[in-house]
């Protein structure tokens, strides 16, 4: 009798307490799941319901095969009597497959190690081809771009985010659906995905001819962005931390006065009397909806910083406790976090937490004109990362508590679109699988003011946009340790602007030295705030290459928008890597320390400090024109690119967008 059998659209194999699940889910998709002594759950952390599609399914005594569009998976039975997958592309070539029982060995492609009393520790394994390439896997603090023999935690600290999907030169993608804790190591042997505590295995592969088949698949599996705004696609002003109203608005003003252009000033933290209370302090801010009026005359949006920490001493507290709309602890004292005083995350898988804080943040900022927000703490960032001490309303933080950053974002997404607000975008610390169809727009985190953080986001920015969350950016200058008066500093800045000139939004921030503490509305020290952080505040020659490239950005604002436009339809990546446009040129796929900002668009940043010059590889296929000098060179050739501190290197292909020549 075979172990396996078709069940409506599915693939299904049995053996010894365990089932195996394979079916069509998407255009050249599969998604599989397996469970030991148990039923098959329909979870949807991330992936969407699929299209209805008609896979081809035979079924014979010793295996089985299930093919959808590109993608064909051969189940057999081996010497151990188990189930082993392998996968396929359209023209029979393999693209992956399990580990395999390897005879005496007695290896389990699929390991349910069982957690005492409760559900298991599952080990998925596939054996690994050593050449291939990888990359993906969300937002980690290391200069690699290609991922393969490296080893990641699955699970999103401050400046962390595990989005755990990647794309193989062997053309397919992969989506390890499963929001637990636990570990993914690309090794030269073998693969291996870790979740300390499920209940079941599940998956998602897809295949296609292109990385850029491959993206759009997986867009369409878990969702895409909404249309950016208008005023995501231009300068945004932030800084460390502007603490009162007037302040704000003086700087929007000299923006204005300078003619510069500026799309968002943004509030950042501890604007409010204690955290959790969700409304401005009115000592500081006496009239917010006054404030936003003028702020929409001068044609500035405003953006306001919320933290998903209760404080203990909250006017919000005692209320969100007792309904149970808080996350908690499974032993010792009862606290998440104590920056800024004892508080506890709210908890945002928890429905009725979502409803009670939407109403307290569209009842004191919404309604006031605040209509975008900056999520932050969204891993959320506990005191001490002890992953197994904390319960929410689906489950055990261990076992579902990656899921968090995109449920955070779907709070206000869901809320504005109550409201009928359509363009949704919300700056958000940490994303997750699917966080992209919740309007986030993430940044890297707490990075340090230096050229090897610099060095690092580069390759952030590019695996999440492959990783499904094209709306990405940073901290211009990054977040600590900047001296606005070093010249080292500035140099790091000027070069970090230009950067930011080419990413998805481009936002300056910091916490830049020296500091001035400043007390509350209560009189006791609440929270300090950096030195001025605006264009002007790094001397009159770093304000006029920073000006020109505020203005070069305004000349591309046609040009971004149809990238948006195209991550919003498409799910394409704003940033990509040379590959996703030249995956036909092999030095394309080892090529780094470089990017495409859309399909016309090359950017070689300056990541090194003192470097005045620096190799770039054009792709071959394409003619390439410098922007700064007009001079053109045929693709398929490396060569040095001078590059003073008022130059990043740019080149635009096929002579396209000729008119940016000489903009700065």
């Known amino acids: 009798m075979s172990m396996f059998e078709q069940k409506g659209n599915a693939l299904i194999a049995r053996y010894n307490g365990e089932i195996v699940q394979v079916e069509p889910w998407g255009e050249n998709s599969l998604r599989v799941r397996a469970v030991k002594m148990g039923s098959i759950l329909d979870t949807d952390y991330a992936l969407l319901p699929p299209a209805p599609s008609t896979p081809v399914i035979h079924v014979e005594e010793n295996g089985a095969t299930i093919q959808n569009g590109k993608l064909r998976a051969v189940l057999t039975q081996n010497e151990g009597g188990l189930c082993e997958i392998a996968y396929e592309n359209q023209h029979g070539k393999e693209l992956f497959r399990e580990l395999n029982w390897h005879g005496a060995l007695n290896l389990y492609a699929r390991r349910f190690k069982p957690i005492l009393g ?82 079941q295995l599940d998956y998602w592969v897809t295949a296609g001819d292109t990385p850029a088949e491959i993206e759009e698949a997986y867009a369409k599996a878990t969702g895409t962005v909404p249309m950016m705004p208008e005023y995501g696609l231009g300068f945004w002003q932030c800084k460390l931390r502007y603490w009162n109203q007037e302040q704000v ?24 009397p204690r955290m959790g209370d969700f409304r401005f302090d009115e000592k500081f801010f006496p009239d917010p909806k006054a404030m936003c009026q003028e702020l929409k005359e001068l044609g500035v949006a405003l953006m306001v910083s919320i933290w ?6 909250s006017e919000n507290f005692q209320e969100m406790k007792e309904k149970g709309l808080l996350i908690q602890a499974e032993y010792g004292v009862k606290v998440s976090m104590q920056f800024g005083g004892d508080s506890l995350f709210l908890d945002a898988t928890n429905p009725e937490t979502r409803d009670f804080v939407w109403k307290k ?18 891993e ?44 949704i ?63 080292a500093f500035r140099e790091l800045l000027v070069r970090w602007f230009q950067y930011g000139t080419f990413c998805p939004v481009m936002r300056l921030h910091g916490d830049r030295l020296p500091d001035t503490m400043i007390n509350g509305s209560d009189g006791l020290q609440n929270c300090h705030t950096g030195s001025d952080n605006e264009v002007w505040s790094f001397g009159d020659d770093v304000y006029e290459i920073l000006r020109r490239y505020m203005m070069l950005r305004e000349t591309m604002r046609d040009y971004t928008r149809s990238l948006m436009q195209e991550a919003h339809e498409k799910g394409s990546p704003v940033m990509r890597t040379l ?49 700064h000098t007009g001079r053109e060179f045929e693709g398929g050739q490396t060569i040095t690119a001078e590059a003073p501190l008022s130059v990043i290197p740019v080149f635009l292909r096929d002579g396209r967008h000729k008119e940016w020549i000489g903009q700065i």
């Open 308 to 313: 998903p920490q209760i404080d203990l001493r």
């Open 579 to 627: 590959f996703y446009e030249f995956p036909d040129d092999p030095t394309c796929w080892e090529t780094e320390e470089t990017y495409l900002f859309g399909p016309d668009v090359l950017v070689a940043p300056i990541l090194y400090e003192g470097a005045t010059n620096r190799p770039v590889y054009l792709p071959k296929g394409a003619r390439w024109t410098d922007l």
């Open 425 to 487: 975008v919300n700056l958000v610390r940490c994303a997750w699988a699917g966080s992209q169809r919740y309007g986030a727009l993430v940044w890297s985190g707490d990075v340090h003011s230096t050229f090897e953080d610099f060095r690092s986001q580069l390759c952030a920015g590019l695996h999440m946009g492959i990783c499904g969350i094209p709306w990405w950016t940073t901290d211009i200058g990054g977040f600590s340790g900047g001296d606005s008066t070093s010249p």
């Open 361 to 378: 943040c569209k009842q004191n900022y919404y309604d006031n004109g605040v209509s975008l927000f900056w999520l932050d703490e969204a």
């Open 249 to 272: 608005l003086q700087v929007a003003r000299e923006y204005k006065r300078r003619g510069l252009p500026l799309d968002v000033i943004v509030i950042d933290f501890f604007h409010w």
């Open 118 to 199: 409760g559900d298991y520790e599952l080990t998925a394994s596939f054996l690994s081809d050593p050449d291939e390439k990888l990359y993906g896997m969300g937002q980690y603090q290391q200069a690699v771009m290609n991922i393969k023999n490296c080893t990641f935690e699955l699970a999103h600290r401050n400046s962390q985010a595990s989005v755990p999907f990647v794309l193989s030169s062997r053309g397919y993608g992969f989506l390890w659906h499963n929001p637990a804790i636990g570990r993914a190591s690309f090794c030269r042997n073998r693969t291996e995905w870790v979740a300390q505590s499920t209940k």
């Open 380 to 423: 959320p960032e506990y005191g001490v990362y002890e992953f197994d001490n904390y319960r929410y309303k689906i489950g055990s933080n261990v076992q579902i508590g990656n899921v968090y950053p995109q449920m955070y974002s779907r709070l206000f997404y869901d809320g504005m679109k109550q409201e009928g607000q359509e363009k």
